[in-house]
C-alpha cells in the first residue's frame, strides 16, 4: 500500500491539476492568446520549448492544419510519424488534446479508416471538434474518459498511438493493460512519451521536473518494457530520441499484441518427444 503524506497529492489531485492545467491550455489557444505551451505549466513547462509541442511535427505537416491544432500540440514526439498506420485502420489516440494527431491519422487512414480520440478535458474536446471540423476531417470520433478505462469495446482497434501522456497516468499498469485489451490481435502501437534512463530512481526524477510537466511520474525504460510485456505484448522496443532533462528523454515506444495463431502457439503445452518402444 502507498501512503501519501498531507504534503504530497493524491492520484485524484494529481489527475485533477493535469485536467487543470490543459484545460487552461485550451482556452488560451481558443482565446487566441499567443501559443500557451511552457508557460501554462504543461508538458513543456520544465523543458526547452524546442523538446515539446509544435517543433516536433514537419512543416508540410503543420501547414495541412488549423492554427489552433498546432498551437494546442504539448506533445514531446510526433507518433503518427512513427505509427504504423495504413488505409482502412481504425485508431485510437490517448489523450488526444487539441487533436492534432487524430486529424493527421484520419488522414493517413483514408475514409475506411477512423480516428478515435479520447480526453478526460472538456475543453480541450471541444477545441479538438473544432479543428477537425475545420479541417474537413469526417472519419474522427473524439471521446470524454480517461485512459485507465477507455470507453471502446475489447478488441476494437488496430492502432494505439499517444503523444506524451501515459507519463501522466496515476496508473500506468492499468494503461497498459487497456491498451492491450482494445487492440485486435495483431494490433500495435506507436506511443511518443517522456521516459527515464534506467539509472535514476523515482526520487532522482521527481528532482528534475514536476509531475505535470511530464517528468517525475515517468516509466524508467525498463519498466515500460517490462510493462508492456506483462500486459501481453511482444516486440517492445523504446528507443530515445532527445534528451528533456538530465536523464530524461523524448522516446519512442513500439509493440505488437500477438496475433491469435501466435496466443495459440504460446499457451499450447511442449510435446513431449515419444518413444521408440
Known sequence: MTIT????????????????RYAESAVAVTSGEANPGCGSGSCCGDGDPADFGEALYEV????????????ASLG???PTAVADLREGDTVLDLGSGGGID???????????GLAYGLDMTD???ALAQRNAAEAGIRNAIFLKGVIESVPLPAESVDVVISNC???????????????????????????SDVVAEDRLAADERAERGSFVGCIAGALSRSE????LEAAGFVDVSVTFTHE????????????????????????????????CC
Open 5 to 20: 503524506t498531507a504534503d504530497e497529492p493524491n492520484a485524484e489531485e494529481l489527475r485533477e491539476e493535469v485536467r487543470r
Open 60 to 71: 508540410e505537416q503543420r501547414g495541412e492544419l488549423p492554427e489552433t491544432a498546432v498551437l
Open 76 to 78: 514531446c514526439g510526433n
Open 102 to 112: 487524430v486529424i493527421l491519422s484520419a488522414k493517413r487512414v483514408g475514409p475506411t
Open 123 to 125: 475543453e480541450m474536446l
Open 165 to 191: 501522456v501515459i507519463n501522466l497516468s496515476v496508473d500506468k499498469p492499468a494503461v497498459l493493460l487497456e491498451i492491450g485489451r482494445v487492440l485486435r490481435p495483431g494490433g500495435r502501437i506507436g506511443i
Open 224 to 227: 515500460y518494457v517490462e510493462g
Open 244 to 275: 528533456v532533462a538530465d536523464g530524461m528523454h523524448g522516446a519512442i515506444v513500439k509493440a505488437t499484441k500477438p496475433s491469435q495463431s501466435e496466443e495459440t502457439r504460446r499457451e499450447l503445452p511442449l510435446a513431449q518427444q515419444a518413444g
